[in-house]
């Protein structure tokens, strides 16, 4: 069963950088996308991007310029930074994965319980 | 970057009723559609992909239709673990991949 953990500061303050990390048991590192979403009240669920096993990204284009996600497939582990935060990025922010083994896979299973992030002085 | 839209926001059903719920996209996604349950404090499940397909541990009064700009959840006969919050994601056309902004199904 695979199972995914997220770790980080719960509390950023505006212009800093947002640091995340998701812990990958039960699964093979390669076997798929790992991939960062983000839920709050006024954007809905927010996909912001995800990473291969093989160090290749995609991110969403609207967060491209602030997002950097990252993997160590030594201990099975990808992050997600975020610089420059606003409050508009205070959010539940989740790890999922999408499975890598098929070409037309764009869902997202599974997903880890969430950590809440909140942007304030 | 296609826009999903979800219909209505919250629907109110009686336990033993059937629901349907409603996903519109702003252009074709053929039959690249995911539909998600998430219930209070947890993260969203994955219940059908490909628009019709159930996702494992998902019982059959789950269902899944449409295809291109249309699609609907139907319920049948609502379980009291059915309530919850609804979404659509497609998988057509990214990046990015977008949700629908979900529908409350209330008792």
């Known amino acids: 069963q695979v199972q995914l953990h997220e770790s980080g500061p719960g509390l950023v303050k505006p212009s800093e950088t947002l640091s995340l990390t998701c812990n990958v048991s039960?699964?093979?590192?390669?076997?798929?996308?790992w991939t960062w979403i983000r839920q709050s009240p006024g954007k809905g669920l927010e996909w912001i991007g995800y990473?291969?096993?093989?160090?290749?990204?995609t991110y969403n284009p609207s967060l491209e310029s602030r997002v950097t996600i990252s993997i160590d497939t030594s201990k099975k582990q990808f992050s997600l930074k975020l610089n420059s935060v606003t409050a508009a990025d205070t959010a539940v922010y989740y790890c999922?994965?999408?499975?890598?083994?098929?070409?037309?896979?764009?869902?997202?299973?599974?997903w880890g319980q969430g950590t809440r992030v909140t942007v304030s002085t | 970057e296609i826009v999903m839209t979800q219909s209505p926001a919250t629907l109110s059903v009686s336990p033993g009723e059937r629901a349907a719920l409603s996903c519109r996209a702003s252009?074709?996604?053929?039959?690249?559609l995911a539909w998600y349950q998430q219930k209070p404090g947890q993260a969203p499940r994955l219940l059908i992909y490909?628009?019709?397909t159930r996702a494992t541990g998902f019982p059959a009064r789950f269902s899944g239709s449409g295809s291109g700009t249309e699609f609907t959840l139907t319920i049948s006969s609502l379980q009291s673990e059915d309530f919850a919050v609804y979404y659509c994601?497609?998988?057509?056309?990214?990046?990015?991949?977008?949700f629908g902004q979900g529908t409350r199904l209330e008792i």
């Open positions: 039960g699964a093979s590192i390669n076997s798929y996308y």
């Open positions: 490909g628009a019709s």
């Open positions: 252009q074709s996604v053929g039959s690249n």
């Open positions: 999922a994965g999408k499975d890598s083994s098929s070409w037309d896979v764009g869902w997202f299973d599974p």
């Open positions: 990473i291969h096993y093989t160090g290749i990204t």
């Open positions: 994601q497609q998988y057509n056309s990214w990046p990015p991949y977008t």
